[in-house]
């Protein structure tokens, strides 16, 4: 029986190779939809990046989109780990990019979100009804739950279809509100909490803006992974996220992002919104 030997030479030079490189860890991706503009989403949310880069021990890539066109692509390419969304972005990607919630967000101490048509005071409207033929310019476009899909339920609750009154768009939801202070639409459709967002109130008298019309607390906005993310991974990052308001140090981090928490949350919190989702698609 021949035995194979190594070589002398053979075996000095697998004695001085340098040892294989262990692989680099894979980033995981952080998406932000457009409930803000883009720098300023980058500006709230890397410091909440920075801390899961470090507890995750692996690099944490934050992603904000210019627009909600760019932000669907996205979504709909699987491009994030995980990913804040608006509710309506949520049902949807659930169902057809297997996304499941995590967690939600806690603002101004409240677990719970509420659509609203907004007025000036002196605009002389006090009712739906009188917004027929008026122009109303909704936050962020046909896909924003809480600016536009619950605005519009909340016109369809009061006897107005779609081409009673005259639908514009801003780029957001504080810009919607900011539009209608200015004059620029008669009514402006976003969420109620926006009127209380440093954004609008450091630039507008708000005292001088009426609600309308405000639909039912909702549960608020959800952050979501992909359904193929380990357990044990979607664990650790429930516990991180939930685990900041119980800190001074992640107290800060979620003051920076303007929050003043995240709860717990799962997919079944958001069948209220299925419902007015559906009701929509079937009246318009």
């Given amino acids: 029986m021949l035995l194979a030997v190594p070589l002398p030479g053979l075996l000095a030079g697998l004695q001085l190779a340098p040892a294989a490189q262990a692989a680099e860890p894979v980033p995981l991706k952080l998406g932000i939809f457009p409930r803000r503009d883009a720098v300023q989403s980058m500006r709230l949310f890397k410091p909440l990046a920075a801390y899961l880069q470090e507890q995750l021990g692996r690099p944490v890539e934050l992603e ?5 066109e760019d932000f669907e692509q996205r979504l709909a390419e699987r491009r994030y780990d995980l990913v804040h969304l608006n509710q309506y972005h949520y049902v949807k990607s659930h169902q057809a990019q297997r996304y499941e919630a995590l967690v939600q967000n806690e603002e101004f101490g409240e677990a719970s979100i509420r659509g ?14 009188q917004l027929k033929g008026k122009s109303i310019i909704f936050g ?13 339920y909340l016109l369809r609750q009061g ?16 810009n919607a509100v900011l539009a209608t202070y200015l004059g620029q639409a008669d009514a402006g459709g976003a969420g109620e909490v926006v009127m209380r967002l440093p954004l609008v109130t450091s630039k507008v008298d708000v005292t001088e803006l009426s609600l309308l019309a405000v ?18 991974l979607q664990e650790q990052l429930r516990e991180l996220l939930l685990g900041l308001k119980q800190t001074e140090a992640g107290r800060g981090i979620l003051k920076k992002a303007r929050l003043s928490g995240l709860n717990p949350v799962t997919d079944a ?14 009246t318009d």
């Fill in 64 to 68: 904000a989109s210019a627009s909600f």
């Fill in 116 to 129: 609203a048509i907004y007025v000036r005071k002196d605009s002389g409207i006090s009712s739906l009804q």
């Fill in 140 to 152: 962020g476009g046909p896909q924003a739950m809480m600016a536009y899909i619950v605005p519009s």
């Fill in 159 to 174: 006897g107005l279809q779609a081409g009673d009154y005259q639908a514009q768009f801003a780029s957001s939801p504080p």
């Fill in 215 to 232: 639909s039912e607390p909702l549960p608020h906005l959800p952050w979501a992974v992909k359904a193929e993310m380990p357990a044990a």
């Fill in 269 to 282: 919190d958001y069948d209220a919104h299925r419902q007015i989702i559906q009701q929509l698609e079937v």
